[in-house]
């Protein structure tokens, strides 16, 4: 049987017409069954929903028209166990999931669960990915704010913005992903132009703290030199993310090969051509050697084909580097 504080939350989002808090509890109810092992009770509860919703379709709350082409929105498909991650980052990332879902137990008690995560590191090692995963696990839309847009294209009323999609966290509940952060996160004492960053900041770090929404905020950057050290006091979690150890590229490698990996590879070799490429570069190798295989028709992914995709995205790294 669902828990107390399921069925309190359950009947209070139904009172306060929160028909997609509604939706994401009553989902709760039904994986907390299954865990239960009571898996025809989840089963029915999860067809109940899917065909109402069917009926109802979601619930779509406009978006204010000035923010069309700031927040884009999806519905991301990726799942956590996807990621490939040190265990130390994907135990932060369980434990957001997990006061999310237990939060009102948690607000019994005059605590909120923890929804503010700031992931910093080199482009490629799986920020977005992380926020497209987490929403997908919580059943939450993906609203990504391309923050270096909104700072170029309205500059002046910057502020104004952030506010406007700040207001919008409280109205739809959501993961809400600040891209390429360090575009108003920069230090507050680099007085970089005529104090206007300095005000976006100001404003930013008002907002966050003044939240009180339901929404998980995530902010991403590469850039962690620039981040203000008062802004990453106002996040609940910072993850440090960086390029894959030797075993996160076998690991990687082998999820993306699935079933082309050939049976001649040679680990040692492919892990060293692979060193220093990001999980971004390494899924890119193994795809591109996969679409030779298929063109082929071999449907295998040998090691000199995989040893030559791999040295094709080590070469254009390099390239860009400026090195021969
Ligand atoms: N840790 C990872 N585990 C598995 N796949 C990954 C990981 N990181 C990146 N990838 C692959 O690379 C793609 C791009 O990664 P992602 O967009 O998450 O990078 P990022 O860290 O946000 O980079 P940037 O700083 O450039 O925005 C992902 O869609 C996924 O296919
Ligand atoms: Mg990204």
């Given amino acids: ?47 109940i ?38 265990e130390s980052l994907f135990e932060r990332i369980h434990l957001l999931v997990h006061e999310y879902r237990q939060q009102e137990k948690l607000k019994a008690y005059g605590l909120s669960n923890r929804r503010k995560m700031l992931l910093i590191g080199p482009p490629g090692t799986g920020k977005t990915m992380t926020a497209r995963a987490l929403a997908r696990e919580l059943h939450l839309n993906l609203n990504t704010i391309q923050v270096d847009r909104l700072v170029t294209k309205f500059m002046g009323e910057t502020s104004a913005k952030l506010r406007q999609i700040f207001d919008l966290m409280q109205q739809i509940s959501g993961v ?10 920069g230090e507050r004492s680099l007085d970089n132009d005529v104090g206007e960053m300095r005000r976006v900041l100001n404003a930013f770090l008002q907002f966050i703290e003044q939240d009180t929404s339901d929404s998980i905020i995530i902010a991403a950057t590469n850039n962690p030199r620039l981040l203000d050290q008062a802004l990453i006091r106002r996040f609940d ?62 449907n295998k992914v040998n090691h000199d084909l995989l040893m030559k995709t791999i040295q094709n995205r080590q070469n254009a790294r390099k390239g860009m580097k400026g090195e021969s």
């Fill in 1 to 47: 049987m669902a828990t107390g504080d399921q069925l309190k939350s359950l009947i209070r989002s139904h009172y306060s017409d929160q028909s997609e808090r509604f939706y994401t509890l009553a989902l709760q109810v039904a994986a907390y069954e299954a865990k239960l092992g009571h898996v025809a009770l989840a089963h029915d509860i999860k067809q």
């Fill in 237 to 298: 979690d910072v993850l440090y993310y960086n390029t894959p150890t030797a075993e996160e590229r076998k690991h990687l490698t082998e999820n993306v090969l699935n079933t082309f990996k050939g049976s001649d590879l040679i680990w040692n070799d492919i892990l060293s051509e692979s060193e220093g490429l990001s999980h971004a570069e390494i899924d890119i190798a193994c795809r591109d050697s996969i679409k030779i295989a298929i063109l082929n028709d071999t």
């Fill in 176 to 185: 809400y992903l600040f891209d390429e952060f360090d575009a108003i996160g």
């Fill in 49 to 86: 929903l899917d065909t109402e919703r069917k009926k109802n379709g979601p619930q779509i709350i406009p978006f204010p028209q000035d923010l069309k082409g700031l927040v884009l929105t999806e519905e991301p498909e990726v799942l956590l166990s996807s990621l490939v991650i040190p």
